[in-house]
């Protein structure tokens, strides 16, 4: 089965907007976990919000499956970089952050380049490599160990971004072994429970849902959303490379360099004044 690829990037597209608001949705009302005061009215208000991002955020695969059918890994990954305008926008209107203009400028270049890296995509040799598999989810999988570590001893803003990075990176992978299934698995529920490419997307979903909850704790929307969107866009686009044999060539690793610059110059940009001077009258 195939899909026209104009139609699987509509759908690429819609996922990835149900998949920020149901992060923006946990985001508002994170509060409730690990709450230890009065369980009232606005406890269970925060708990329903929180649990109906959740549900939005398992809504979102879906649609990276029907969209990997039309279009390559490295493609998909690419348009999960929408998430970031997604989210900037859902979070000015329901968290009230507010984007500096060197923000605006950075996200703006940034998505100019995920939209340039996925026309540069292609499905390549259509191989499938296992071990590259397993390579690539490790990797956070230890960054993720050791950015545990450190934030025992100390929280801050800066390993918030880089707790995001961990996190983007293992959702970014779960487009691999989507990707996988449909190509290594028998078509059937019985075929999914037998592979191992099932059980290695629920690892790296659990993994990346558990660990960006911290960042969210840590660290504002604005800057924790730039490093979680683009690591889902870099690492599945390095991954492919290896583990479906999908090239990119000099113009679209240009691309994927740009996204990864713009990411961390968007993380240390400075939030806009109305958002500093509330921020200090709630201090005072």
């Known amino acids: 089965m195939s899909l026209d690829p104009l139609v699987a990037a509509l759908v690429a597209l819609v996922g990835n907007f149900i998949l920020s608001f149901g992060m923006v949705l946990q985001k508002r009302n994170v509060s409730w976990l690990g709450h230890k005061g009065k369980r009232d009215g606005q406890f269970a208000q925060a708990r329903s919000g929180w649990l109906a991002g959740f549900l939005l955020m398992n809504v979102a695969p879906v649609f990276n499956y029907v969209a990997l059918l039309g279009l390559p890994p490295n493609v ?9 305008a997604f989210t900037a926008m859902l979070s000015s209107a329901m968290l009230g952050e507010r984007l500096g203009a060197r923000r ?7 998505f100019a380049a995920i939209g340039l890296a996925g026309l540069r995509g292609s499905f390549g040799a259509g191989s499938l490599i296992v ?10 999988l230890v960054g993720a160990a050791f950015c545990l570590v450190l934030r025992h001893g100390r929280r801050s803003g800066g390993l918030a971004v880089a707790i995001a990075a961990v996190a983007g990176s293992m959702g970014g992978f ?19 429970l037998a592979s191992p490419f099932l059980y290695l997307y629920i ?6 849902f558990s660990i960006v909850q911290l960042a969210y704790k840590d660290g504002e929307m604005s800057s924790v959303s730039p490093a979680y969107y683009g690591m889902q866009v870099l690492w599945p686009a390095i991954a492919s490379y290896f ?11 240009a691309a994927f ?4 610059v713009c990411v961390v110059l968007v993380a240390r940009s400075p939030l806009a004044r109305g958002k500093r001077a509330s921020a200090a009258e709630g201090r005072r």
């Open 76 to 84: 998909v990954g690419a348009a999960i970089g929408s998430n970031v």
């Open 104 to 110: 605006v400028l950075w996200t703006c270049l940034m």
């Open 131 to 140: 071990p590259a598999l397993y390579v690539f989810l490790a990797l956070p």
């Open 174 to 192: 779960m487009i691999l072994p989507l990707r996988a299934l449909q190509i290594g698995a028998a078509p059937s529920i019985a075929g999914w």
């Open 203 to 208: 690892v790296a979903g659990a993994g990346a």
């Open 243 to 253: 583990a479906f044999g999908s090239p990119f060539d000099p113009v679209q690793a």
């Open 257 to 260: 360099l740009a996204i990864a």
